[in-house]
C-alpha cells in the first residue's frame, strides 16, 4: 500500500529570480536552499465576493472566491559557501536579493539594500518565484518579493529569516528534486567583536543577542489584467534592531546619554566564523538609539538597546549603504 503521509521534513526551498515579470519560474535542483521551516510556512490570503442579491428570502448565493495572495516563510543558519575568498554566493543568495539586497562579488562579498529592481549588476531582480516542495506536493508562488530579519544569539547560529509575498500558484504533486547539498556548516554566534561608536569607539560587554530587521514594506498591488488579481512590490523601507549589552557607568558608556541626545553611530558585528569562506559580518553606517529599558542577567543589570538605521542627507543610494552584510 503506498505511504498516505506527507512529512514536513522532507521539504525544500526554492528561491528563483523570474525571466519575465510576475511569471512564475520552475525550480530546478540548483535552485535549492539549505532551510529550515515552521508548522505553517505557507498561508493563503484573501477575500471572496459574497452576492447580497436579493432573493426574497433568506437564503445566500454562492461566494465566489476573490483576488487571494501567498506568503510563505523560512529561515537559514547564515553561513558562507566555503569557498576560499569566497568567490561562490552562499546558496540563500537569491533569497537575500529578493529581499532588496544588491549583491557585489568580492571578496568579501557584499549584499546592501538598494531600490532599483531590473537584475542588472547583481542588483535584485525585477521579481521572483518561490516554492515549498513538501514530500511531493509543490506550493508555488510568483511576482514574489521579501523582508528578512536577521536574528542571533550567544551560542546559535545567526539565523535569516524570510518572509515572502506573491501570488499564488496552483498547489500540485510534484517529486523532491535530487540535490547535492551544501555541506558548509554555520559559525555560531561566538568570538565576535561586535562594537558601536557613537561619539567615540566602544565594545560592549555581554551582549547575548542581536537582532536586524531590514524593514521592508511589502504591498500587494491589485491588478485586474493579472490571473490572480495581485501581485507584490518593496515599496518602502526603514529599518531597524536591537542588541543587550552589559550595563557600565555612565563615566565608561553613557547610553541613556546617547539616546536622550539622539547622537548618531555605528554598529557592527565583526567577523563571525574563523575559517575562511565561511565568515560573515553586518555592518550598520548610521543609527539612532530608540528609547532603553532594563533588563537582568542572573541580578547582572544589562540594557535593551533598540536603534533605526538612518542614512545622512548627503547619502546616494548605490554609493552609501546604510547596511552591508559581507562574506569573507
Not at 498561508?43 to 432573493?55: K, S
Not at 543568495?93 to 538598494?114: D, F, M, N, S, V
Not at 557613537?198 to 490571473?227: C, E, R
Request: proline share 5%; aromatic share 10%; hydrophobic share 35%.
Amino acid at each position: 500500500m503506498a505511504q498516505t503521509q506527507l512529512y514536513t521534513h522532507r521539504a525544500q526551498i526554492f528561491v528563483k529570480e523570474e525571466s519575465s515579470q510576475d511569471t512564475y519560474i520552475t525550480q530546478t535542483a540548483a535552485d535549492v536552499i539549505l532551510a529550515e521551516i515552521g508548522d505553517t510556512p505557507y498561508t493563503i490570503n484573501g477575500e471572496n465576493y459574497a452576492p447580497t442579491t436579493i432573493r426574497g428570502d433568506f437564503l445566500s448565493s454562492d461566494e465566489i472566491p476573490g483576488y487571494q495572495s501567498a506568503e510563505m516563510t523560512f529561515r537559514v543558519p547564515m553561513r558562507g559557501s566555503g569557498g576560499t575568498g569566497p568567490t561562490t554566493e552562499p546558496d540563500y543568495t537569491e533569497a537575500l536579493k529578493a529581499c532588496g539586497l544588491a549583491y557585489a562579488a568580492g571578496p568579501p562579498q557584499t549584499y546592501t539594500p538598494i531600490s532599483t529592481f531590473d537584475g542588472a549588476g547583481g542588483n535584485p531582480g525585477m521579481s521572483y518565484s518561490v516554492t515549498l516542495l513538501e514530500d511531493g506536493v509543490a506550493y508555488q508562488m510568483r511576482g514574489c518579493f521579501g523582508n528578512v530579519v536577521f536574528a542571533g544569539e550567544v551560542g546559535q547560529p545567526m539565523f535569516a529569516e524570510f518572509t515572502f509575498m506573491g501570488a499564488p500558484v496552483d498547489v500540485m504533486d510534484d517529486a523532491l528534486e535530487t540535490v547535492t547539498y551544501d555541506t558548509t556548516v554555520a559559525p555560531l554566534f561566538m568570538g565576535a567583536t561586535f562594537a558601536t561608536n557613537f561619539g567615540g569607539a566602544y565594545s560592549p560587554k555581554a551582549v547575548s543577542n542581536f537582532t536586524l530587521d531590514l524593514g521592508n514594506q511589502v504591498t500587494l498591488v491589485g491588478d485586474i489584467n493579472d490571473a490572480a488579481g495581485v501581485y507584490a512590490r518593496i515599496t518602502s523601507r526603514k529599518s531597524f534592531g536591537s542588541f543587550d549589552p552589559e550595563a557600565a557607568l555612565v563615566a565608561t558608556q553613557d547610553w541613556y546619554g546617547i539616546q536622550f541626545a539622539g547622537t548618531t553611530g555605528t554598529i557592527a558585528t565583526g567577523a563571525v566564523g574563523g575559517t575562511a569562506g565561511n565568515q560573515w559580518a553586518i555592518d550598520i553606517g548610521r543609527s539612532v538609539l530608540r528609547p532603553i529599558t532594563m533588563a537582568s542577567n542572573e541580578n547582572i543589570r544589562k540594557y535593551e538597546v533598540p536603534f533605526g538605521v538612518s542614512s545622512a542627507p548627503a547619502d546616494v543610494e548605490g554609493t552609501n549603504f546604510d547596511v552591508t552584510i559581507s562574506f569573507t
